[in-house]
């Protein structure tokens, strides 16, 4: 639950995130390659979330460090804010939870940082491929699941660049008038 973030988690994060900006999150990996939608549609939608306003925020787990040089030359103005901490501080997937706290809209795959993310009680859109959203996603009260198989079989690839999108401006349109904590 939100609410139980200890403090120096919530701290560290608001010094990661500060207020004074709008950020969107971005989770594009899994630890199993099969569940991830395409990277170069999270920089397409990241850029659209910069386009209106919102920083964008990336999230990496291990195995999608690898992804992190390629975000960074496309996208310049993108934080990993998990990179950013000191190195005695607080880490894991409380730190994922508090900085989710700070973001006004975040899109990640069917995978560990996703579930990270909706600890944190903001809005969430998750993207499934071959695991049903009905019965694998998690109790979270701002999610919007996007499912691949609505588009024809279990690929990520299949889910287009412009239902995110609308998903995306969704969100933000209904919660225009408030802001991360």
Not at 120 to 143: C, E, Q, V
């Amino acid at each position: 639950d939100a609410a139980d973030i200890d403090r120096g988690y919530a701290t560290l994060a608001q010094e990661l995130l500060p207020r004074g900006a709008r950020y969107a999150g971005f989770a594009p990996g899994s630890g199993d390659a099969t569940k991830r939608w395409p990277l170069e549609r999270f920089i397409a939608l990241a850029r659209h979330g910069e386009a209106k306003g919102y920083c964008p925020v990336f999230f990496l787990g291990p195995s999608e460090r690898d992804m992190a040089a390629g975000i960074r030359t496309a996208l310049p103005s993108a934080l990993f804010p998990e990179d950013e901490a000191p190195p005695e501080g607080p880490k894991g997937p409380l730190l994922v939870a508090a900085l989710g706290r700070r973001l006004d809209v975040a899109i990640a795959n069917d995978s560990g940082l996703g579930h990270m993310l909706a600890i944190s009680n903001m809005p969430l859109i998750l993207l499934y491929g071959r695991h049903s959203p009905a019965k694998y996603a998690p109790h979270t009260p701002f999610l919007r699941t996007v499912w691949a198989e609505e588009y024809g079989g279990p690929e990520h690839e299949r889910i287009p660049l412009d239902r995110l999108t609308a998903e995306f401006d969704k969100v933000l349109a209904a919660n225009a008038d408030s802001c991360a904590l």
